[in-house]
Nanobody, 124 residues
Framework: QVQLVESGGGLVQAGGSLRLSCAAS????????MGWFRQAPGKERVFVAR????????YYADSVKGRFTISRDNAKNTVYLQMDSLKPEDTAVYYC?????????????????WGQGTQVTVSS
């Protein structure tokens, strides 16, 4: 099983940018499709973006399309989430997650392994 550790969260003003990273260890990273989810206070965890094991097959939630970009570097065992034009409603804990190579999903239950999360706060 792969282990995941997120980093890169913080406090940013509206309109600003952040890049989240998720470092994987333990198993072959390229065996996994990866996703980013977020959870705002008092709300359910929701899908943000996903990327296939080979860097293709990206997909985004409508709320972040055109502002966020997911990418991965299999040589560095890392997946990224570049977040631009941030809005206060993007404030949440962001989680990365791993799913088997055959699974392409926006549903959190389809992902087998999760990181501990990183806080993103966007001030107005």
């Amino acid at each position: 099983q792969v282990q995941l550790v997120e980093s890169g969260g913080g406090l940013v003003q509206a309109g600003g940018s952040l890049r989240l990273s998720c470092a994987a260890s333990g198993r072959t990273f390229s065996n996994y499709n990866m996703g980013w989810f977020r959870q705002a206070p008092g709300k359910e965890r929701v899908f943000v973006a996903r990327i296939g094991w080979n860097g293709f097959n990206t997909y985004y939630a409508d709320s972040v399309k055109g502002r966020f970009t997911i990418s991965r570097d299999n040589a560095k065992n890392t997946v990224y989430l570049q977040m631009d034009s941030l809005k206060p409603e993007d404030t949440a804990v962001y989680y990365c997650a791993a799913a088997r190579r055959t699974v392409y999903s926006t549903v959190s239950g389809a992902y087998d392994t999760w990181g501990q999360g990183t806080q993103v706060t966007v001030s107005s």
